[in-house]
């Protein structure tokens, strides 16, 4: 059974700082890009970051570019997403999701590009 179970999220407030946490289990976790994405009520689904399979690239939506950093860790078999200097247009239920990788250089930044997806977790930013 592929699992994907977020943690970290919770309420803070504006220019605080959060870190995710995504550990997966049920897959070859290094056969895998990984990414986060963003869900606020009302609105699609969006991309917020993502990591390639060897963790050698990442890619940013602009929004979040300068702020949130994202990272994996093969032998604890989680990805990460450190939020800083949040804004309450952050808030959202956040998602981590795998896509199947077959080099080193591939990251997906669309939705339809992932294969496994958690159950989210809430990140709540006030003003």
């Known amino acids: 059974q592929v699992q994907l179970v977020e943690s970290g999220g919770g309420l803070v407030q504006a220019g605080d700082s959060l870190m995710l946490s995504c550990t997966v289990s049920?897959?070859?976790?290094?056969?895998?890009?990984m990414g986060w994405f963003r869900q606020a009520p009302g609105k699609e689904r969006e991309f917020v970051s993502a990591?390639?399979?060897?963790?050698?690239?990442?890619f940013d939506t602009d929004s979040v570019k300068g702020r949130f950093t994202i990272s994996r860790d093969s032998g604890k078999k989680t990805v990460y997403l450190q939020m800083a200097s949040l804004k309450p247009e952050d808030t959202a239920i956040y998602y981590c999701?795998?896509?199947?990788?077959?080099?080193?250089?591939?990251?997906?930044?669309?939705?339809?590009?992932?294969?496994?997806w958690g159950q989210g977790t809430q990140v709540t930013v006030s003003s």
């Open positions: 999701a795998g896509s199947r990788a077959y080099d080193d250089n591939y990251l997906g930044t669309s939705v339809g590009q992932y294969n496994f």
């Open positions: 049920g897959l070859t976790f290094s056969w895998y890009a």
């Open positions: 990591i390639s399979r060897n963790g050698g690239k990442s």
